[in-house]
């Protein structure tokens, strides 16, 4: 069973991130992962790079769903006020 903490060490690990929160239960996982390396990119871009860094998890079903909030630091500083 996977841990909050070792999905978002592996994230982090794979993008730079200015701020990254992951939480979940085991198997589903939440995470707001803000990043420089969205700039430029579509949802669906962000998604897939994110998706990518735990394409192994992922293959081997050691994760089985992560719902993801993708934004950069400009989006994510006027999203807080």
């Known amino acids: 069973m996977m841990?909050?903490?070792?999905?978002?060490?592996?994230?982090?690990?794979?993008?730079?991130c200015e701020h990254l929160?992951?939480?979940g239960d085991g198997q589903h996982f939440?995470?707001?992962i803000v990043s420089?390396?969205?700039?430029?990119k579509s949802r669906v871009q962000?998604?897939?790079?994110v998706n990518q860094v735990l394409r192994q998890l992922f293959d081997s079903g050691e994760l089985h769903a992560l719902s993801m909030k993708t934004q950069t630091p400009e989006e994510w500083s006027a999203a807080r006020g």
């Open 36 to 40: 420089d390396e969205f700039a430029g």
């Open 46 to 49: 962000r998604q897939q790079a």
């Open 3 to 16: 841990h909050p903490e070792q999905v978002r060490r592996i994230i982090a690990e794979g993008i730079a």
């Open 30 to 32: 939440e995470a707001l």
């Open 21 to 23: 929160q992951v939480a």
